[in-house]
């Protein structure tokens, strides 16, 4: 599930699960900061104080580098499919260039998406849509139980 995003490099049509964004973001995180946790012990141990790198640490300073250019294309497919779960546009990510607008996507993103069918495909964890009688203003009772037949028992 965590390279699921790998698997899908370029595919921008379609939904994300929550967890497929996320592992990804995980994946991203953990090895950037393993990068960069290696191009710090390398300059600190080479004596790299004076403000000159060494060969080993512009390696890992490039493997850096190569590494965030190499995730950039599955990073916003992945993201435009998330927001395409909440049956929003990819565009909405543009809102992230603007003051604040990061934390809309970042709420965007961390909402369930929406059950059943939206126009962007079906919904990857296989619940019914809207209108369904299991789905009720956004809340799923699966068919065993069913919505709760008196409203003051919700």
């Known amino acids: 599930m965590m390279f699921e ?24 995180v953990l ?18 104080g004076d403000g000159q790198l060494n060969v080993a640490a512009s390696i890992f300073l490039a493997l850096l580098g190569l590494f965030c250019l190499a995730m950039l294309i599955p990073s916003l497919a992945v993201s435009i499919r998330r927001l395409h779960d909440s049956d929003k546009s990819g565009w909405w990510l543009l809102l992230s260039f603007v003051p604040f607008g ?40 699966p068919p065993a139980g069913g919505p709760p037949s008196d409203p003051a028992q919700a």
């Open 5 to 28: 995003a790998l698997r899908k490099y370029a595919e921008f049509e379609g939904r994300a699960r929550r967890s497929e964004y996320w592992l990804f973001t995980l994946f991203q």
């Open 31 to 48: 090895v950037t900061f393993g990068l960069f946790l290696a191009l710090v012990m390398v300059a600190a141990a080479t004596g790299g």
């Open 102 to 141: 990061s934390f809309v996507v970042l709420i965007f993103t961390l909402l369930d998406g929406t059950p059943g069918e939206n126009r962007y495909g079906p919904d990857p964890k296989g619940r019914p849509g809207y209108g369904h009688p299991t789905v009720v203003h956004n809340h799923y009772y």
